[in-house]
């Protein structure tokens, strides 16, 4: 008997499952951050207004602090501070990162506009909200492309208490 052997096509089409989809984007991008800079490679156009609007969070957050339990959100410090966070956000929906770090950096303006809307002080329920399918999704392209573990921090606190964003 002869030994059948088997060939596949390359016309045969393979179904594409979002996990396949995203794992291969996450494995290319991975690949392209890896290759050398180019000497005098400008920076990713979305890390400069990322850094814009984690000081517009954070200048907002400490603003709400300071208002303690009056919190007139209507006063002119508010309205102010909030317009130019708002700005810099849509900006940033205008924008295409060419780095990891612009990835990273947009993914977390994703998770703070989309992720869990819970206080991160009220554990458990912040846990549950961390845990369900589209913020586990956000979290993972965030580790991926930041290099870091765990989920994306808290802008408004870790700046305010003297931290950095994200990214660079």
Known sequence: MSKATHTRSITTPVPATRRSVLTKGLAAAAVL???????????????????EWAAARAAWSSL???????????????????????????????????TMAGIAAMTHVMWDFMGPATRRDLVEEYAEECDQTENRLIRA????????????????HEIVSGGAPCVA
């Open 33 to 51: 951050s890896s290759l050398p800079a180019v000497a005098g490679e400008a920076e990713d156009p979305v890390l400069p207004v990322y850094r």
């Open 64 to 98: 709400v602090g300071q208002l303690g339990d009056k919190r007139d959100w209507d006063s002119p410090e508010c309205k102010a501070v909030e317009a130019r966070e708002t700005a810099l956000f849509f900006e940033l929906l205008d924008l295409t990162p060419t």
């Open 141 to 156: 392209i965030w580790r991926g492309a930041s290099g870091r573990d765990g989920i994306p921090p808290n802008v408004e």
